[in-house]
């Protein structure tokens, strides 16, 4: 090994490559390497149901695409986006999230396209680099450890263009690129399918908890114990129950305040019946012993708060403060990472041990988790604080069953992010049958789900394995350890000598059409079909020939109609600046100014 260019991030590279600038992989930096528009530019509601294609963040992973929940917009849309366009043979990267700089090809399902804010579009040239050789080096451990570096301190993780532009890579010679890329392609190809087959007994192992959660919670899982009993509570019986139980707990709150124990005077609590036969006939049958009810009579509902983080001694190291990220899929939620002082805790909403928290707003939705120790959660999360007859687990476990889920996502106010209310969860139905049968039912489950958690343990770190393996042979392939290196291969630095004259051609053709433009009329650039509607707009505006107010007209028609009416408004003089006398500094702003 031979250090050919000494590098802050990269210091070695094998005899034959470069260290160069991702900046250096394109011919025009600032056309070539661009990120998506401002997000007042490109709105959710402007989406359509088909369309130019819109890539979002969600979309893009570790070297390949999730074609999922494609959103697309306008042609007129896509052509005032146009910068921020796609096309095949791009690669898309992202610039926000946990784990940043992931990147993929633009697949050939989608030969053009525009990108959100959060998403950064290359476009290699092949006079230096091969697309996929690119592809596999930002996802490798090397670059991916300049994007961790370049975001460390910060609460999100973010970049920006200009420090992304910067990144270095390490370049092989074009022949060694392709040498690479095929025995990435041959190794990683089947290391894909092992992963593939391991995440299908992942999933396997998922249907199969919640078939085990629907036989549970239609009564099948305690059948058994039912036959055997004797006499088993009525519905009216349970229900009976939980008022008696509200009204115990009302006596104690009223005992508190008459002592001087609180200040606040408790609401004498409104006494729960039966759900009405219309909307029995809307639910699932349960069997004898079994009932629905609503979620607000399984106990106090509590929606989280954060105390004002503009008082410091709000916080400190007595209660855990929970959030979404913390509920896992499992009895219990992870460690909390804020804790809330004594005086915290009183301007938030008090949770004891076994409360059920529930995720009700983003895309966690529904994610659910039992805490252990008494804290507070934020907004985001509703919780249950069970009645004593009630086992805590039980309340969980239906909770996370499809049928429970399902409401939750149905009930959902359909906004940019799904939120589910205070008032709309404590509606949700919930099944009951008595606390002996709930017991008998969390101990079949809880051994169920013992044995499944061991093996989906087992299978997440066979995951991680292939992971860490994927990430061993990149690592291998971009310190030049991969594949042979011949010494007949051409050094990667005459890449940059060719580049180079690419790019100082390219700058000349600019020019000239620049110069060509100043020598035309307004009929002949409009009739430049290579230009972009901003250059048209440019050029023809220098002329004085338009007003804005009919530029304004013209960028909100089909682009595909641009010139027709550009003629129109030319020839027959048309003006409509009764309808867009105000316009003029949009326009400017626009089109203009940038």
Avoid at 329 to 345: C, F, Q
Wanted: proline letters at 4%; glycine letters at 4%; aromatic letters at 8%.
């Amino acid at each position: 090994m031979e250090k050919e260019i000494i590098s802050n991030t990269i210091n070695e590279v094998p005899k034959g490559w470069i260290v160069a600038k991702l900046s250096d992989m394109v011919v025009d930096p600032k056309k070539d390497f661009v990120d998506g528009p401002f997000g007042s530019d490109l709105k959710a509601s402007e989406y359509k149901d088909e369309g130019v294609p819109v890539f979002r963040i969600q979309n893009i992973k570790a070297g390949y695409f999730l074609d999922k929940n494609i959103q697309f917009v306008t042609k007129q849309k896509a052509e005032q986006l146009k910068r921020h366009s796609f096309k095949q043979g791009d690669i898309i990267i992202t610039k926000l999230g946990e784990p940043l700089g992931l990147c993929c090809k633009v697949p050939h399902k989608y030969p053009e396209g525009i990108i959100v804010a959060d998403l950064m579009r290359v476009r290699p040239s092949p006079t230096i680099v091969d697309t996929d050789y690119l592809v596999y080096a930002i996802n490798s451990k090397i670059i991916q450890d300049q994007f961790k570096n370049i975001t460390k301190g910060t609460t999100r993780a973010r970049v920006n263009l200009s420090i992304v532009r910067d990144i270095e890579i390490p370049i092989a010679p074009a022949s060694e690129q392709k040498r690479i890329v095929n025995k990435l392609e041959e190794l990683i190809s089947e290391l894909e399918k092992g992963k593939e087959h391991i995440q299908i007994s992942l999933e396997q192992l998922r249907v199969y908890k919640q078939s085990v959660l629907k036989f549970a919670f239609e009564g099948k899982l305690t059948e058994e114990w039912r036959n055997k009993q004797k006499k088993l509570k009525t519905p009216n019986e349970l229900v009976a129950e939980i008022n008696n139980e509200r009204e115990k707990k009302y006596n104690n709150l009223l005992s508190n305040y008459r002592e001087g124990l609180t200040k606040v005077k408790p609401q004498i609590p409104k006494e729960i019946s039966l759900i009405s036969q219309n909307e029995l006939l809307e639910l699932p049958k349960l069997p004898d012993g079994w009932c629905w009810i609503k979620v607000a009579s399984l106990g106090a509902i509590e929606t989280g708060t954060t105390p004002s983080k503009t008082r410091p001694d709000n916080f400190g190291v007595d209660y855990p403060f929970f959030k979404p990220t913390e509920l896992n899929a499992g009895y219990n939620v992870r460690e909390a990472t804020e804790y809330l002082s004594e005086k915290g805790i009183k301007s938030a909403r008090f949770l004891p041990i076994n409360s059920i928290l529930v995720t009700c707003i983003g895309a966690t939705i529904g994610k659910a988790g039992i805490i252990r120790r008494s804290g507070a959660s934020n907004q985001q999360i509703n919780a249950i604080i069970p009645y004593e007859i009630f086992n805590p687990n039980f309340i969980y476990f239906q909770v996370i069953s499809r049928f429970f889920q399902d409401q939750i996502k149905n009930n959902a106010a359909a906004t940019t992010l799904p939120i589910l209310n205070k008032s709309k969860f404590e509606n949700l139905y919930f099944a009951i049958c008595s606390n002996e049968e709930q017991n008998i039912l969390v101990n079949e489950l809880d051994n169920k789900f013992s044995n499944c958690e061991n093996l989906e343990i087992t299978i997440n770190q066979s995951l991680l394995k292939c992971d860490t393996l994927k990430q061993s042979i990149l690592q291998k392939a971009f310190k030049g350890k991969l594949v042979k290196q011949e010494p007949s291969d051409e050094s990667a630095g005459v890449l940059l000598d060719r580049i180079k004259k690419e790019r100082e051609e390219y700058i000349k053709n600019e020019k000239e059409k620049a110069t060509n433009l100043k020598k035309m009329k307004p009929k002949e650039i409009i009739n430049q079909k290579d230009l972009s509607l901003k250059e048209i707009i440019y050029n023809s505006f220098s002329y004085g020939e338009f007003t804005f107010n009919e530029l304004r007209r013209v960028v909100e028609l089909n682009y595909d109609d641009l010139r027709d009416e550009l003629f129109k408004l030319l020839d027959e003089g048309i003006s409509i600046e009764m309808y867009f006398d105000k316009m003029e500094e949009v326009m400017k702003y626009k089109y203009i100014g940038k």
